[in-house]
């Protein structure tokens, strides 16, 4: 019989605990028990198989019964549980940013890297959800005609700052349609209204310049792909749409190709669509499906480079999918 797993939702009320479970759900994980746990900073209810339950504060002890807990929160709530949990012998699928770059933890997307999964290292971490659209859609790309530089323009959904920030949208949204004032709810986590705006800010900057995010695009990028060579320079910038990140990108290679070698590489990619011109990816026509899109391939300015318009939904592959995913790998390596 397939095994079934006692798992825990640490974040459960969050952007992407709530699609965690409907995946989980959609996808048939096999469940025998959960926990679902939020900051207890408020009251909080979460559906899961048809039934309702209301979300606790984390509890250590309920967690380390578990098997596999799913971290959806914060970096914060990551960093005092996972390892603990990891000791007892608890698997620990973190979606925060604290793990991934740390030598212990490996960066999982499972399309790409998931034979690294291994019982001897029970904190994985999923990646930065800007990332997932490039490393999935270029990975073939990658192996096949060695990528050597990048030059990325993000253009990020606002779920990816969570739920706060959703709700500040629609509030500015709204606030701007019944008065013509752009004001900055009071409830955002951004430095500028984001109804009707675009900035280039995506988290803190460094004294170079860049942003928290466009490193973490860098980093994150050369982790998974083992590829510590490549040269990448990012700008992220946040636009006004609910989900689904794009990134126009400029990709040069170490090896030639053709218009049509790229694109049967492209189509033949794990997890990824490729769209002939005249049709392209937007947030609207991709939001709350599985694979990352490929799309607007055409040659660049200079030898070996070429153009490409890359779109993925952050809280479904981004996030929430990628870590179901996971769970799915370790239950089909570990769950007999
Ligand atoms: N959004 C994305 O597209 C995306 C993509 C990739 C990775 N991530 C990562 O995924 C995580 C969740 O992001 P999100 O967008 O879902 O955020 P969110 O909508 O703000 O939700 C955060 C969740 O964490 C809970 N939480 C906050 N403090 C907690 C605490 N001390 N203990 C337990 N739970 C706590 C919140 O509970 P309350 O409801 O009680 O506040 C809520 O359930 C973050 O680490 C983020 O970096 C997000």
């Not at 797993?5 to 996808?27: C, F, N």
């Not at 899961?48 to 967690?63: L, S």
């Not at 675009?198 to 998974?224: H, M, T």
């Not at 480079?305 to 929430?320: H, I, P, S």
Request: charged share 25%; with cysteine.
């Amino acid at each position: 019989m397939k095994k079934e797993w006692k798992i825990a939702v640490v974040g459960a009320s969050g952007m992407v605990g709530g699609e965690l479970l409907y995946l989980l759900e959609k996808r048939k994980f096999p469940v025998s028990r959960a926990y679902f746990f939020s900051s207890g900073k408020r009251e909080s209810f979460v559906k899961f198989k048809g039934r309702k339950y209301g979300c606790e504060k984390p509890d250590f002890k309920k967690m380390s019964e578990c098997e596999i807990v799913f971290f959806v929160s914060n970096e914060e709530v990551s960093e005092k549980y996972a390892f603990k949990l990891a000791e007892k012998g608890v698997w620990c699928i973190d979606d925060s940013s604290r793990f991934r770059m740390d030598k212990r933890v490996p960066l999982v997307i499972p399309e790409i890297n998931g034979d690294i999964i291994d019982e001897r290292e029970k904190v994985i971490a999923g990646p930065n959800c800007t990332l997932t659209p490039l490393a999935v859609g270029c990975a073939q790309i990658h192996k096949k005609f060695g990528i050597k530089e990048i030059r990325l323009s993000s253009y990020q959904a606002v779920s990816g700052a969570g739920k706060r920030a959703l709700n500040a949208l629609f509030e500015e949204s709204a606030e701007f349609i019944r008065t013509g004032h752009n004001v900055k709810s009071p409830e955002s986590p951004f430095a500028h209204p984001i109804a009707f705006n675009i900035f280039p800010q995506v988290g803190s900057f460094d004294r170079l310049g860049y942003s928290g995010e466009e490193n973490k695009v860098s980093a994150e990028l050369k982790k998974i792909w083992r590829a510590g060579s490549i040269r990448i320079s990012v700008t992220a910038v946040r636009v006004p749409a609910v989900r689904t990140h794009c990134l126009a990108a400029w990709i040069k290679t170490s090896k030639p190709w053709t218009i049509k070698a790229l694109e049967k590489t492209f189509s033949s990619t794990p997890g990824a669509k490729y769209i002939k011109p005249p049709e392209y990816a937007t947030p609207l026509n991709t939001a709350k499906t599985e694979c990352v899109y490929v799309s607007r391939l055409r040659p660049g300015a200079a030898e070996r480079e070429f153009a490409v318009w890359l779109a993925g939904d952050n809280l479904y592959k981004g996030a929430a999918l990628n870590s179901v995913q996971i769970a799915e790998a370790i239950a089909a390596k570990y769950g007999r």
